[in-house]
């Protein structure tokens, strides 16, 4: 989005816009760095309070994604006014309130606009060492990858309109979304972190690839060590998709390879968009199982090691 512009002539700007991070990170002193993002999405679910829950998840993981404590967030609405009562968007903010709570942040404010289609999100401001941040520019040859999150809900969302999903698993994909970051965060603070993304808008695939293109490296995942969400891969099979999908085949381009031969549907899972995914994460090899462990202990239990680092070569992201 910011592509021409030149990066801020700022020595305290620690993380700009060069890489599409996911947040900006400023430098206050010589032991605090201020991390500073903003999220926001249209409703994956009819429920104003799950809403909420849903589109804090999202914006806080920015802030666990660096490495950081979230502090404060800050409310931004989109709002019909004149098509749903005012207790809608009360229940939309309790949601959210609910999920600051749990990340131990505080609400101070907010800014609520006029629109046609209900949106919500957060500004979100926290806190990180200057020596600790977590970037997605730093993976290393060598590390392995860890996964928090299965993917998949994408096409859940989707296909759940339009009643192909099951109850069971649309409540275990809200299960997902609704889950902060912040324990893995906190998990994966224990160990040595080169590199750390969440998956986002535009998938596993798009998301790795701005790792692997920042890092100067190549990933490799194993395709079948990812986890999915319970149904997911079925919609794709039955001819499901979503809106973002053809976009983020194309933002990879030919920037990604599948080394086993895949029906085009079963690819299209690591094109999923994902609404408040998991943290993806390059931790040195030898503590990989270590690391796996913890996270599990922690009730962490979707965690997987997906993958490998690789020096670069050709091609920037590879499923194996």
Known sequence: MLSGFAPPDDPNVLVGFETSDDAGVYRLNADQALITTADFITPPVDDPFLFGQVAAANALSDVYAMGGRPLTCINLA???????????L???????????????????????TEDQEPKFGLAVTGVVHPDRIWRNSGAKAGDRLVLTKPIGSGVLFNANLKKRVSSEAMAACLEVITALNKTAAEVLQGYEISGATDITGFGLAGHGLEMARGS??????????????????????????????????????????????????????????????GLLAAVRADQAAALLADLHRHGVDAARLIGWVKPRSATYLVFA
């Open 216 to 277: 100067g490296v190549t990933l490799e995942i194993e395709l079948a060590a990812v986890p999915v969400m319970a149904e997911a891969l079925e919609m794709y099979r039955r001819g499901m998709t979503t809106g973002a999908n053809r976009a983020n085949r194309q933002l990879a381009g030919g920037h990604i390879r599948f080394d086993n031969v895949l029906p085009d549907w079963q690819q299209e899972i690591v094109m999923d968009p994902q609404t408040s995914g």
């Open 78 to 88: 989109g709002f019909p006014a004149d098509k749903l009562a005012p207790d809608t």
């Open 90 to 112: 009360k229940n939309i903010i309790a949601g959210a309130l609910s999920k600051i709570t749990e990340a131990g942040a505080v609400m101070i404010g907010g800014h609520t």
